[in-house]
């Protein structure tokens, strides 16, 4: 069964500062990944989408990584920002038919200006 | 702009009652669209895949009796929370998959907080 974790559940760092958040999950046999971005009693906003056989993908400040063998993914944010405070969350695809996500837990991300 | 639309957005309603989400995928056909639930401070947990023109499939302990789910068309697939009780306050959540778009692209409706009383 799939699992995804996200480490650290929580992160406050002071503006300006580049930040990882980390994403792992257990069976590599994904078809992407993604990453969303949820504000407090909100939908997701999807960041970025990773095929399985592309290794990152980069928007703006956000860049993001696969190791797809390793099954691990990292969400690097660069020069954070107050506005970018959010529940940050993993989720994989394991079907190419589109099946449903599986979602990790989120990190909380808390920038202060 | 939003390209899932779910509604409403908040619901309060009284125990016993049932309650009916309404998600709609805007400029696209979607075969397929999923539902979650997110529990304070949790992940989204996949609650049943929604199909256009066939029966739901459902995830290991979600009761298809009580949250039954129907995708009459290609742009909308309805959650209703039967007989509902205080433990089934949540945040409710569909997503579409737009199987045209480049990497079988999902898109999130922005969510429906239920509140039963």
């Known amino acids: 069964k799939q699992e995804v974790t996200q480490i650290p559940a929580a992160l406050s760092v002071p503006e300006g500062e580049n930040l990882v958040l980390n994403c792992s999950f257990t069976?590599?046999?994904?078809?992407?990944l993604q990453w969303f971005r949820q504000d407090p009693g909100k939908g997701l906003t999807s960041l970025l989408l990773?095929?399985?056989?592309?290794r990152e993908q980069t928007s703006g400040r956000l860049n993001a990584s696969l190791d797809k063998s390793s099954g691990r993914s990292t969400l690097y944010i660069a020069a954070s920002q107050p506005g970018d405070s959010a529940t940050y969350l993993c989720a994989v695809s394991i079907g190419q038919a589109g099946t449903a996500l599986i979602f990790g837990k989120g990190t909380t991300l808390s920038v202060s200006s | 702009g939003a390209v899932v639309s779910q509604h409403p957005s908040r619901v309060i309603c009284k125990s016993g009652t049932s309650v009916k989400i309404e998600c709609r995928s805007l400029?696209?056909?979607?075969?397929?669209m999923f539902w979650y639930r997110q529990f304070p401070k949790q992940s989204l947990m996949l609650m049943a895949t929604?199909?256009?023109?066939?029966?739901?499939?459902?995830e290991q302990g979600v009761e298809k009796d009580k949250f039954l789910i129907n995708h009459a068309s290609l742009t909308l697939s309805t959650l209703t929370v039967t007989s509902a009780h205080p433990e089934d306050s949540s945040f409710y959540i569909c997503?579409?998959?737009?199987?045209?778009?480049?990497?079988?692209?999902?898109?999130f409706g922005e969510g429906s907080w239920l509140t039963v009383v």
């Open positions: 400029d696209f056909q979607a075969t397929t």
């Open positions: 997503s579409a998959r737009n199987h045209l778009a480049a990497g079988n692209t999902i898109y």
């Open positions: 069976d590599s046999a994904i078809y992407n």
């Open positions: 990773i095929q399985s056989s592309q």
């Open positions: 929604s199909n256009e023109g066939s029966k739901a499939t459902y």
